[in-house]
């Protein structure tokens, strides 16, 4: 019964406004022992740099809620840029096929509460 209620919660979601489009994804979280080298203070988080005006513009609104909440107010932006992830698939025994996807990547960190 749960597995089907998420599933059915996150059907809904991809149909009605593609909630996962306009969404951000924290991939170091700030404060964390297990940080990159540059320091346990340092976050980075990443959205698609794809699609509409629209969507890149919520996409940026949720990165700036999610480094907020990470660092439970201020935060400073320490450098964003533009990278490129290449996604391969299979599409037989001898084909792959190899997809590029443009993210924004923003490193911050956590300037006090």
Avoid: W
Wanted: aromatic residues 6%; hydrophobic residues 40%; contains cysteine.
């Amino acid at each position: 019964m749960m597995k089907s209620s998420v599933l059915m919660a996150g059907i809904g979601c991809l149909l009605l406004a593609g909630c996962a489009v306009t969404t951000s994804e924290m991939l170091v979280n700030p404060g964390l022992a297990n940080g990159p080298t540059r320091g346990k203070d340092m976050g980075v988080i990443r959205y698609l740099a794809q699609g509409s005006a629209a969507d890149i513009q919520a996409r940026q609104l949720d990165a700036n809620l999610k480094m907020s909440n990470a660092c439970h107010g201020k935060y400073r932006v320490v450098s964003t840029g533009v990278n490129n992830k290449i996604n391969f698939s299979g599409a037989g025994r001898f084909r792959t096929n190899a997809t590029s996807t443009d993210y924004v990547y923003i490193r911050f960190v956590c300037t006090g509460r």
